[in-house]
């Protein structure tokens, strides 16, 4: 946790109030804070500051702001994925959040088992974007949308998201153009399931303004490749 995020009613007072279990047991145990230390406390979908420990019990930790400080800014992505295993929904919600993410879809694909979607974790999002937030320093979260079907998405909503200044990437290992290095520009990613994307999928897909593109002709994994995509088209190397 490198960011304490309170809801605004938090600090509606002289002193804002830290009352989170979770976030009382981290500070407690794992940072042993005392009065007078300094605490950095984001107000969620707000503004980011240091503060002051003024007060330490068991049920609060109060809090005076000191001064505000930055909010890290979001990558320009919109990143449509394939419904992942439970699992792995876990992971990819935090990283995402925490690499950035204006704003996220879960799409269903014929690879995609139909059990996924019955998982608990899609009731429990806000939890793992909170902590993703916490991670990276942020208050903002991501936009997250979710659609069941795979063709109505991709031939309605889809269009929608494309212009001319923010092109859509599907990876795509079976192509031979690369995923262009280093862009100056939004842009729509899109990354489909374990077992890639059908033909019929990419063909849908590419009928509807997206570029499939290659990062290699490696099986990368779905975690793996959110990463390793941001990484190369945001460099600044």
């Given amino acids: 946790m490198n960011i304490v995020l309170l809801d605004p009613r938090q600090t509606e007072s002289e002193y804002w109030s830290i009352s989170s279990k979770r976030q009382l047991e981290h500070l407690q145990q794992h940072l042993e804070i005392t009065v007078g230390d300094t605490l950095k406390v984001g107000i969620r979908e707000g503004k980011r500051y240091l503060t002051e420990i003024v007060e330490v019990t ?16 979001k990558l320009p992505v919109t ?5 992942p295993r439970p699992k792995v929904l876990r992971r990819l ?18 690879r995609v088992d139909k059990s996924y979607w019955q998982t608990p974790f899609l009731q429990q999002l806000d939890h793992y974007v909170t902590l993703g937030l916490e991670q990276a320093g942020d208050t903002v979260a991501p936009q997250i949308e979710i659609h069941k079907r795979f063709k109505p998405f991709v031939e309605d909503v889809l269009p929608g998201l494309i212009t001319a200044e923010r092109p859509a990437y599907v ?7 690369p995923m262009p290095f280093a862009i100056d520009h939004p842009c729509t990613i899109v990354i489909g399931p374990e ?4 033909p019929y999928e990419i063909d849908l897909l590419i009928k509807n303004g997206c570029q499939a593109l290659s990062l290699g002709n490696r099986i990368i994994r779905t975690e793996t490749v959110i990463p390793y995509v941001f990484g190369r088209l945001f460099s600044t190397c």
């Avoid at 990876?171 to 153009?177: G, L, N, S």
């Avoid at 077992?195 to 059908?198: E, L, S, V």
């Fill in 58 to 73: 068991e049920q609060a930790i109060k809090l005076k702001p000191l001064k505000e400080e930055s909010v890290p800014a």
């Fill in 195 to 198: 077992g890639g994307f059908i």
């Fill in 93 to 110: 919600i935090m990283d995402s959040v925490t690499l950035g993410v204006e704003k996220m879809i879960l799409l269903h694909s014929y």
């Fill in 79 to 83: 990143l449509i994925v394939a419904m």
């Fill in 171 to 177: 990876a795509h290992p079976y192509v031979e153009q």
